[in-house]
Protein backbone atom coordinates (compact mmCIF):
# COMPACT_ATOMS: atom_id res chain seq x y z
CA UNK A 1 0.00 0.00 0.00
CA UNK A 2 1.64 3.42 -1.31
CA UNK A 3 0.87 6.71 1.10
CA UNK A 4 -0.25 9.51 -0.79
CA UNK A 5 2.82 11.49 -2.79
CA UNK A 6 2.73 14.88 -4.02
CA UNK A 7 4.89 16.47 -6.36
CA UNK A 8 6.73 18.85 -6.40
CA UNK A 9 8.09 19.62 -2.99
CA UNK A 10 9.17 22.94 -3.72
CA UNK A 11 8.42 25.24 -6.18
CA UNK A 12 9.28 29.09 -6.95
CA UNK A 13 6.85 31.35 -9.15
CA UNK A 14 6.43 34.73 -9.93
CA UNK A 15 3.23 36.93 -9.20
CA UNK A 16 1.07 36.69 -11.91
CA UNK A 17 2.35 33.18 -12.77
CA UNK A 18 0.05 29.88 -12.86
CA UNK A 19 1.05 27.01 -11.08
CA UNK A 20 -0.05 23.12 -11.38
CA UNK A 21 0.61 20.88 -8.09
CA UNK A 22 0.16 17.31 -8.04
CA UNK A 23 -1.25 14.70 -5.89
CA UNK A 24 -1.14 10.79 -6.36
CA UNK A 25 -4.28 9.25 -3.26
CA UNK A 26 -3.23 6.44 -1.42
CA UNK A 27 -3.74 3.36 -2.80
CA UNK A 28 -7.89 2.36 -2.96
CA UNK A 29 -8.85 6.09 -1.82
CA UNK A 30 -11.20 7.70 -4.26
CA UNK A 31 -11.64 11.28 -2.24
CA UNK A 32 -8.95 13.91 -2.39
CA UNK A 33 -8.93 17.17 -0.56
CA UNK A 34 -6.87 20.09 -0.78
CA UNK A 35 -5.79 21.93 2.01
CA UNK A 36 -3.69 25.70 2.03
CA UNK A 37 -1.65 25.97 5.10
CA UNK A 38 -0.10 29.27 5.26
CA UNK A 39 3.05 29.80 8.16
CA UNK A 40 1.91 29.41 11.28
CA UNK A 41 -1.39 28.52 10.48
CA UNK A 42 -3.35 25.12 10.50
CA UNK A 43 -4.62 23.65 7.24
CA UNK A 44 -7.46 25.69 5.60
CA UNK A 45 -9.81 23.56 3.34
CA UNK A 46 -10.01 24.74 -0.30
CA UNK A 47 -11.65 22.26 -1.80
CA UNK A 48 -12.61 18.21 -2.56
CA UNK A 49 -12.86 16.05 -5.56
CA UNK A 50 -15.14 12.85 -5.34
CA UNK A 51 -14.86 10.71 -8.54
CA UNK A 52 -13.58 13.13 -10.69
CA UNK A 53 -16.28 15.74 -9.89
CA UNK A 54 -15.62 18.51 -7.32
CA UNK A 55 -17.55 17.91 -4.21
CA UNK A 56 -16.84 21.15 -1.27
CA UNK A 57 -15.49 23.93 -1.78
CA UNK A 58 -14.07 26.51 0.65
CA UNK A 59 -13.30 30.15 0.94
CA UNK A 60 -11.11 30.41 -2.35
CA UNK A 61 -11.39 32.18 -5.67
CA UNK A 62 -12.39 30.30 -8.78
CA UNK A 63 -8.66 31.17 -9.78
CA UNK A 64 -7.90 27.83 -7.74
CA UNK A 65 -9.04 25.14 -9.42
CA UNK A 66 -8.83 21.25 -9.81
CA UNK A 67 -8.86 18.18 -11.26
CA UNK A 68 -9.73 14.66 -10.55
CA UNK A 69 -8.43 11.51 -12.79
CA UNK A 70 -10.20 8.40 -13.13
CA UNK A 71 -7.41 7.02 -11.12
CA UNK A 72 -7.87 9.38 -8.33
CA UNK A 73 -4.93 10.87 -8.34
CA UNK A 74 -5.65 15.10 -8.46
CA UNK A 75 -4.43 18.38 -9.70
CA UNK A 76 -4.48 21.29 -7.95
CA UNK A 77 -4.25 24.72 -10.30
CA UNK A 78 -3.68 28.71 -9.41
CA UNK A 79 -3.93 31.10 -11.98
CA UNK A 80 -2.41 34.41 -11.45
CA UNK A 81 -0.75 34.25 -8.26
CA UNK A 82 -0.25 36.51 -6.03
CA UNK A 83 2.35 36.73 -3.18
CA UNK A 84 -0.05 35.62 -0.45
CA UNK A 85 -0.67 32.49 -2.30
CA UNK A 86 2.79 31.12 -0.70
CA UNK A 87 1.85 28.48 1.23
CA UNK A 88 2.18 24.76 2.26
CA UNK A 89 -0.37 22.84 0.02
CA UNK A 90 -1.25 19.98 1.14
CA UNK A 91 -3.70 16.96 -0.06
CA UNK A 92 -5.32 14.44 1.77
CA UNK A 93 -7.06 11.17 0.51
CA UNK A 94 -9.32 9.02 2.33
CA UNK A 95 -11.73 6.49 1.04
CA UNK A 96 -15.00 7.64 1.21
CA UNK A 97 -16.66 11.40 0.76
CA UNK A 98 -17.87 10.81 4.85
CA UNK A 99 -15.01 8.98 5.57
CA UNK A 100 -13.14 11.58 7.26
CA UNK A 101 -9.96 10.22 8.41
CA UNK A 102 -7.73 11.63 5.94
CA UNK A 103 -4.11 10.77 4.75
CA UNK A 104 -2.44 13.69 4.07
CA UNK A 105 0.98 13.68 1.67
CA UNK A 106 4.16 15.62 2.91
CA UNK A 107 2.99 18.76 1.10
CA UNK A 108 4.30 21.23 -1.67
CA UNK A 109 5.43 24.53 -0.59
CA UNK A 110 4.97 27.43 -3.13
CA UNK A 111 6.91 30.75 -2.85
CA UNK A 112 5.72 33.04 -4.83
CA UNK A 113 8.10 36.71 -5.84
CA UNK B 1 -19.95 28.09 10.51
CA UNK B 2 -17.62 26.14 12.20
CA UNK B 3 -14.07 27.31 14.32
CA UNK B 4 -11.56 25.08 16.07
CA UNK B 5 -9.16 27.40 18.57
CA UNK B 6 -6.50 26.25 20.42
CA UNK B 7 -5.28 28.97 22.90
CA UNK B 8 -1.54 28.31 23.19
CA UNK B 9 0.60 28.53 20.23
CA UNK B 10 3.55 27.03 22.63
CA UNK B 11 3.10 24.68 25.34
CA UNK B 12 7.11 23.96 26.99
CA UNK B 13 6.39 20.76 29.57
CA UNK B 14 9.31 18.75 31.37
CA UNK B 15 9.78 14.93 31.10
CA UNK B 16 7.24 12.97 33.66
CA UNK B 17 4.74 16.22 34.05
CA UNK B 18 1.40 16.01 32.77
CA UNK B 19 0.37 17.48 29.45
CA UNK B 20 -3.02 19.29 28.36
CA UNK B 21 -3.39 20.60 25.07
CA UNK B 22 -6.42 22.50 24.79
CA UNK B 23 -9.15 22.69 21.61
CA UNK B 24 -12.73 24.59 22.03
CA UNK B 25 -14.35 24.75 18.94
CA UNK B 26 -17.79 25.73 17.60
CA UNK B 27 -20.10 23.95 15.22
CA UNK B 28 -24.04 24.13 15.07
CA UNK B 29 -24.08 20.45 14.23
CA UNK B 30 -22.91 17.40 15.56
CA UNK B 31 -19.62 17.60 16.00
CA UNK B 32 -16.40 15.03 14.63
CA UNK B 33 -13.32 15.88 16.28
CA UNK B 34 -9.72 14.87 15.61
CA UNK B 35 -5.87 15.46 17.01
CA UNK B 36 -4.01 15.36 14.19
CA UNK B 37 0.12 15.58 15.03
CA UNK B 38 2.99 16.47 12.81
CA UNK B 39 6.70 15.38 13.86
CA UNK B 40 9.29 17.05 12.91
CA UNK B 41 9.75 16.57 8.91
CA UNK B 42 7.10 14.52 8.57
CA UNK B 43 3.87 14.81 7.36
CA UNK B 44 0.55 15.30 9.00
CA UNK B 45 -0.88 12.44 10.93
CA UNK B 46 -4.22 11.23 12.74
CA UNK B 47 -3.38 10.91 16.71
CA UNK B 48 -6.68 10.19 17.61
CA UNK B 49 -10.66 11.08 16.74
CA UNK B 50 -13.29 11.20 19.75
CA UNK B 51 -15.59 8.49 18.22
CA UNK B 52 -13.51 5.79 18.07
CA UNK B 53 -12.44 6.46 22.15
CA UNK B 54 -8.80 4.92 21.75
CA UNK B 55 -5.84 5.87 23.33
CA UNK B 56 -2.88 6.55 21.11
CA UNK B 57 0.54 6.89 22.18
CA UNK B 58 -0.87 7.76 25.84
CA UNK B 59 -2.96 10.31 24.96
CA UNK B 60 -6.57 10.80 25.65
CA UNK B 61 -8.86 13.56 24.65
CA UNK B 62 -12.92 13.79 25.67
CA UNK B 63 -15.80 15.65 23.96
CA UNK B 64 -17.39 17.53 26.45
CA UNK B 65 -20.38 19.28 24.32
CA UNK B 66 -21.26 21.20 27.27
CA UNK B 67 -17.84 23.28 27.54
CA UNK B 68 -17.22 22.65 23.43
CA UNK B 69 -13.96 21.14 23.91
CA UNK B 70 -11.79 18.52 23.00
CA UNK B 71 -8.64 19.19 24.69
CA UNK B 72 -5.84 16.13 24.70
CA UNK B 73 -3.85 14.85 28.15
CA UNK B 74 -1.29 12.93 28.32
CA UNK B 75 -0.27 12.18 31.99
CA UNK B 76 3.54 12.07 31.76
CA UNK B 77 5.13 13.21 29.11
CA UNK B 78 7.67 11.73 26.46
CA UNK B 79 10.37 13.55 24.60
CA UNK B 80 9.26 11.79 21.74
CA UNK B 81 5.95 13.36 21.96
CA UNK B 82 7.73 17.28 21.12
CA UNK B 83 6.08 18.27 17.66
CA UNK B 84 2.84 20.16 16.30
CA UNK B 85 -0.84 19.39 17.49
CA UNK B 86 -3.38 20.44 15.63
CA UNK B 87 -7.62 19.95 16.69
CA UNK B 88 -9.47 19.60 13.39
CA UNK B 89 -13.14 19.61 13.54
CA UNK B 90 -15.08 17.91 10.61
CA UNK B 91 -18.02 19.28 8.96
CA UNK B 92 -20.47 18.19 6.32
CA UNK B 93 -21.32 20.34 3.00
CA UNK B 94 -23.99 18.23 1.37
CA UNK B 95 -21.89 14.88 0.64
CA UNK B 96 -18.28 16.44 1.42
CA UNK B 97 -16.21 16.51 4.41
CA UNK B 98 -14.03 19.10 4.94
CA UNK B 99 -11.33 19.00 8.23
CA UNK B 100 -11.22 23.15 9.99
CA UNK B 101 -8.04 23.03 11.74
CA UNK B 102 -7.02 25.10 15.05
CA UNK B 103 -3.78 27.62 14.38
CA UNK B 104 -1.99 24.70 16.54
CA UNK B 105 0.30 23.94 19.26
CA UNK B 106 3.74 23.07 19.71
CA UNK B 107 4.05 21.15 22.51
CA UNK B 108 7.78 20.93 23.68
CA UNK B 109 9.22 18.52 26.23
CA UNK B 110 12.29 18.88 27.92
CA UNK B 111 14.45 17.24 30.42
Known amino acids: ETGVTQSPTHLIKTRGQQVTLRCSSQ?????VSWYQQALGQGPQFIFQYYREEENGRGNFPPRFSGLQFPNYSSELNVNALELDDSALYLC????????????FGQGTRLTVV | AQRVTQPEKLLSVFKGAPVELKCNYS??????LFWYVQYSRQRLQLLLRHISRESIKGFTADLNKGETSFHLKKPFAQEEDSAMYYCALSAHTGTASKLTFGTGTRLQVTL
Open chain 1, 27 to 31: SGHNT
Open chain 1, 92 to 103: ASSLQTLNTEAF
Open chain 2, 27 to 32: YSGSPE
